[in-house]
């Protein structure tokens, strides 16, 4: 079975900081890692994936995340938060060989000016 | 990636009454899925939508409650039959474009309420 965990509810940062949004995963076989962001009043956007390669990976909006095998970990980071990065971001994994993405519970993100 | 739309895009509706949300994809894809967001929830899979063929639904969802179509490779419909308040989330649907199977993309989802 796959499951995803994002620890925090909540993650306060002030605008111009460093935001980071945790993630960690279990997964039989290799992991797909994908992570979400849901502005309110509108459907999931896209922001990056893990599929094979470098561990670091770079996504929309200047938001990066790192693969890290022996923590099963994928967080995700930007190096200087934004006021309109306030919303609802959604970690997700599959495992090709069942195939179905299972998301984690989610972390608000507030970013005060 | 994939340019998806839904219609409606919120709806309020009586108890005991039906909906019918729409998708559409502006490319031909194998797969389509459907997911409901309750409030302040994560997303959970209702069923998957393959062409020419019965959508698989997951456990605690059945097709008399959720039908499914999907008549082509750009298009699919739910139906939220019999509604009760506890239908009341955000309906999303999404799909894996050609080429980049691994990834799926969602479309701005449906509001429901449910009085």
């Known amino acids: 079975a796959q499951s995803v965990a994002q620890p925090e509810d909540q993650v306060n940062v002030a605008e111009g900081n460093p935001l980071t949004v945790k993630c960690t995963y279990s997964?039989?076989?290799?992991?797909?890692l994908f992570w979400y962001v849901q502005y309110p009043n509108r459907g999931l956007q896209f922001l990056l994936k893990y599929i094979t390669g470098d561990n670091l990976v770079k996504g929309s909006y200047g938001f990066e995340a790192e693969f890290n095998k022996s923590q099963t970990s994928f967080h995700l980071k930007k190096p200087s938060a934004l006021v309109s990065d306030s919303a609802l971001y959604f970690c997700a994994v599959r495992d090709m060989r069942w195939g179905k993405l299972q998301f984690g519970a989610g972390t608000q993100v507030v970013v005060t000016p | 990636s994939a340019v998806i739309s839904q219609k409606p895009s919120r709806d309020i509706c009586q108890r005991g009454t039906s909906l019918t949300i729409q998708c559409q994809v502006d490319?031909?894809?194998?797969?389509m899925f459907w997911y409901r967001q309750q409030p302040g929830q994560s997303l959970t899979l209702i069923a998957t939508?393959?062409?020419?063929?019965?959508?698989?639904?997951e456990s605690g969802f059945v097709i008399d409650k959720f039908p499914i179509s999907r008549p082509n490779l750009t298009f699919s419909t739910l139906t939220v039959s019999n509604m009760s308040p506890e239908d009341s989330s955000i309906y999303l649907c999404s799909v894996e474009p050609r080429g980049e199977e691994e990834t799926q993309y969602f479309g701005p989802g449906t509001r429901l309420l449910v009085l």
């Open positions: 939508a393959n062409q020419g063929s019965e959508a698989t639904y």
């Open positions: 997964v039989s076989g290799n992991p797909y």
């Open positions: 490319s031909q894809v194998t797969m």
